[in-house]
Structures are given as structure tokens and as C-alpha cells.
């Protein structure tokens, strides 16, 4: 759909990083189907028995909140230290490994997308400061970058 809009500036760049999240969390999707189908079967019958491993909700936590902050409109920042070298090494390792032992180990693709996602949401806080409010505000859908409300709960 072509909203009229031009293809620069910082919306678009918003647009290209939120579409390259969803397009990795939809590459390991079948990696994660058998789980979801099993969170969904327990939901359904309430056995609310906790989970190990990969099951548990925790281990899921870096997607939930890299998430919830693509939700709230915050774009990550722009990294100009030596640590930007992470990210790139980071996303290369992982493709690079996909290619060569996605198919044969495939299950550790898991693993390795969500540090991914813990290293996103790492540089996310890593621009402002990381406080249990600003948490609260992310949690809750409240003041994004610049100020202004993104359409969120108003705070009290």
C-alpha cells in the first residue's frame, strides 16, 4: 500500500528496522510452531504445570520486550563507539551459521536469535537511562523518543 509518504527520513527508517524484525522472528517461526502449538494446547486444557528450557516464557523475554519497544515507536539508536562492531558481527555469525548448519542443527537457530534480540534490546536501553519508570513507560505503551505520546496510556 502507498501512502504518499517519501522514502527517507527517520519514519522509513523505522519502517525498513521494524519490517527486518519481523522478517527474522518469521524465519525462525518454524523453529517455534511445535512450542506455540504446545503453550496454546496447555492454555486451552489449564494445565498451568511451569515449563523448562526453551518452553518457559522467560527464556522468550529478549523478543517480548524488543517487541514492546518496536510497539512504543522507539527507534534504536545509532551507535558510533566500537560496540557498533557487535551488531555486525553478531548478524553475520548468525547468517553465516544458518547457512552452513541451519539445516542439521537447526534448534540452536533459537537460541541465537533471541541473544540477538537480548543485544537489540541491550543497545535500545543503552541510549537513555534505564530506570524502573522508564520500564514502566516502555511496558505501558507511553513516551517514545521524542517526547511526545505515541498513542499510548496517558501517566497519571
Known sequence: MYTGAPR???NYNFYNYTHSVLILMLWVLPINIPVLLVWAH???VHWLTPFSS???VLSIMPYLILV???TCGKMI???TSRVRYITNVLLFSLAVYAAVYGVTYAYLLHHLVNFLCAWLVAVH??????SLQGLIQILEGGVGDDGDDKGGKKMP
Request: aromatic share 4%.
Open 68 to 70: 514492546e519497544t518496536l
Open 125 to 130: 536501553f543503552s541510549s537513555s537511562e534505564v
Open 77 to 79: 539508536p545509532r551507535v
Open 54 to 56: 526453551h518452553h518457559n
Open 8 to 10: 527517507s527520513g527517520p
Open 42 to 44: 496447555n492454555l486451552a
